[in-house]
């Protein structure tokens, strides 16, 4: 019982940490709460399940797709809503972004409709259904395998451009200083709709994860997902990447405790009870700033 | 007509207008609720408009205010008189006990913890049924009465229907509008409005940064339970689906609208925001979208609003600065010698 609450914990708490990613790189570059991320990721899930049920694609082809085209949402996001104002205070943006949310959550309603709709089953492939392992009880199916490997590949990919080129070196370089940045030659707007898109693909992603796994999507999933992984991003250290990913798999195996020893009914509870204790005790997160460099 | 008549007229307008022959039950209700969410607008105008903080969790001391009079009422039977200072207090402790430890970190971190505090007061009215019967709502809260019958047995006058609720409104309204004058133009309100300028710059001019902003949460707090106390009472039901995000945001898209630090600009922002609510409930049905999709629309208004007016659509007409003569020719001359403008 404890072994599956911690698988089906780590289950969540990586596509946390997938959402979670994008929060903290767009903190990072811009010191911005983009509140319209969570949405990104319900409009991901749509996307794709629009793709296969309206255009009969496979469904890995639609879960590429609907990457693609959040990438381009969270750039416009950007263009359209945080450009004009990256000279405005700082409350400003921020309720712009509080606008964008629930503005673009709205619109996902009017488009496909305010009630949950399930995952087209016939399109997920039969076999990441089945049991993969069984080892003491445990069950893990061929899906969650196939959760971990997307989010560690995507994971993986990411360590990759931040580190290892030219437009990672340019974020991190942003993330310490703008003015200093610019000055270097570093095409600041470039770097900043490039984090959103990267940021907003992965969301998208685990968007759709989601969505297969729990066999339903609804427009009001964004806004839940959407504070657990702002939470998973506090609690691994806002504006810190490894750290986003710690906080999202912390706070999924929480959760899944939380629900299954204390009470079902606070599930959501934990993670905004998480998020405060860890902004009064311990601001700077697990790994916090003096730890980690931001990335 | 000299500014110095305009808020006697207004007043004498409010005290007739119930009167008039156009004035039925639906028009009084929603004029009543026009100023609960005036007072709502005022009470989180301190944060955001006089403080610079963005406060995402106002509606969870609505809440607080309106089940501490619920129960109050429901289990006890306490009178409104004796309530109000008591959920005031309540949420003014809620609010103190909150920012006391976030307020220390950057704004950003405190919009995220309002925000979390609301989300647990609603889980909170939700779960725990022995104490607000959950979801299925609390109702038979009684309505207000006068009771003066230790004076004379004939005394007592229960409220009925929307004619004295909207006088006990209005009264809460002016109460509120002046304390709120009284506070904009104090050492408090200063102190705030340096603190929303220039943190560091308010620092090191002698303001308390830390205290002033728990004083601040405290009375904003405070006020959105007063508002919670008469919606109670004016309900006579409560239910947790009242107290959700969407309120929260609605109420801050208000104070938007009418310009940030604006106490008028924010009960205009209240009147045209709940205006356009009931319009849209009448024409969405009709264009065959749910009613939640009127939010589509206040996301409009707070994007474009930050947008093209961050002063708000109600820019205060004239702000001590910019009306100061010395002020102006001073900013004119450093233009000229191709100073900042600011």
Redesign the interface.
């Known amino acids: 019982m404890l072994e599956q609450q911690l698988v089906n914990g780590l289950t969540l708490g990586v596509i946390y940490a997938l959402i979670a990613v994008g929060y903290t790189m767009v903190y990072g570059v811009i010191e911005l709460i983009n509140f319209a991320h969570g949405e990104v990721y319900m409009i991901g899930a749509f996307l794709c399940v629009t793709f296969i049920t309206a255009l009969g694609l496979p469904f890995y082809v639609s879960m590429l797709l609907a990457m693609g085209c959040a990438a381009g949402i969270g750039v416009t996001i950007d263009r359209v809503a945080y450009k004009p104002l990256r000279a405005s205070p700082r409350l400003a943006v921020l309720i712009t972004a509080i606008g964008m949310s629930i503005f673009l959550q709205n619109l996902a309603m009017i488009i496909w409709g305010s009630r949950p709709v399930p995952f087209p089953q016939d399109a997920v492939p039969a076999y990441l259904k089945e049991t993969a392992f069984t080892f003491s009880g445990v069950h893990l199916t061929w899906l969650q395998l196939f959760i971990f490997a997307v989010t560690f590949s995507m994971m993986l990919l990411l360590y990759v451009i931040i580190n290892h080129t030219r437009m990672g070196t340019a974020m991190r370089a942003l993330a310490q200083n703008r003015t200093c940045s610019q000055l270097m030659g570093v095409n600041v707007n470039r770097v900043i709709a490039f984090t959103f898109a990267l940021g907003s693909s992965m969301g998208a992603v685990a968007g759709v994860l989601v969505a297969v796994y729990y066999n339903t999507l609804s427009p009001t999933m964004g806004y839940v997902a959407g504070v657990k992984a702002f939470a998973a991003a506090v609690l691994g250290g806002i504006g810190s990447v490894p750290g986003a990913m710690l906080g999202g798999i912390v706070l999924g195996i929480a959760e899944a405790l939380g629900a299954g020893y204390v009470s079902s009914l606070y599930r959501d509870g934990v993670a905004y009870a998480v998020l405060i204790a860890v902004i009064i005790f311990r601001p700077s997160g697990l790994l916090g700033k003096a730890l980690v460099e931001k990335a | 007509m000299p500014k110095k008549f305009l808020l006697p007229l207004f007043l004498a307008v409010a005290l007739v207008f119930p009167l008039l022959p156009f004035a039925n039950d639906y028009v009084l209700h929603v004029v009543t609720l026009v100023m609960v969410y005036m007072v709502l607008a005022m009470g989180l105008n301190v944060l955001?408009g006089f403080c610079?903080?963005?406060d995402?969790g106002f509606v969870g001391f609505y809440g607080v205010g309106a089940y501490t009079a619920g129960l109050l009422t429901v289990h006890y039977g306490v009178s409104l008189w004796i309530m109000v200072p008591a959920a005031v207090l309540n949420g003014a402790l809620w609010g103190v006990v909150l920012g006391a430890?976030?307020l220390r970190?950057s704004?950003?971190?405190f919009?995220?913890?309002t925000?979390?505090?609301a989300?647990?007061v609603v889980?909170f009215l939700?779960?725990e049924i022995w104490l607000t019967r959950g979801p299925l709502g609390l109702p038979g809260i009684d309505p207000v009465s006068v009771d003066l019958s230790f004076l004379n047995p004939a005394w007592i006058y229960e409220f009925e229907g929307e004619r004295p609720y909207f006088y006990l409104g209005l009264a809460m309204l002016a109460l509120v509008y002046v304390t709120m004058r009284r506070l904009e133009d104090s050492r408090l309100g200063r102190a705030w409005l340096a603190i929303r300028e220039d943190q560091l710059a308010a620092a090191s001019c002698g303001v308390n940064i830390y205290a002033y902003k728990i004083i601040a949460f405290g009375i904003s707090a405070g006020v959105g339970a007063l508002a919670g106390c008469f919606f109670a009472r004016w309900t006579l039901f409560l239910s947790p689906d009242m107290f959700k995000?969407w309120e929260s945001?609605l109420i801050?898209?208000m104070v938007?609208l009418g310009g940030?630090g604006n106490i008028h600009g924010a009960m205009v922002g209240a009147a045209i925001l709940i205006a356009l609510g009931e319009v849209l409930r009448v024409v969405l049905p009709q264009l065959g979208?749910?009613n939640?999709?009127r939010?589509?629309v206040?996301?409009?208004?707070?994007?474009f609003i930050?947008?093209f007016k961050?002063k708000g659509f109600f820019p205060k007409i004239a702000a001590a600065g910019e009306a100061n003569p010395l002020i102006k020719r001073l900013r004119a001359q450093l233009e000229q010698h191709g100073g900042t403008s600011r």
């Open positions: 955001p610079g903080l963005l995402l430890p976030t970190l704004g950003d971190y919009a995220i913890v925000f979390g505090f989300e647990l889980l939700t779960n995000f945001f801050l898209c938007v940030l979208l749910p939640e999709a939010f589509l206040y996301g409009l208004i707070m994007i930050m947008r961050p």
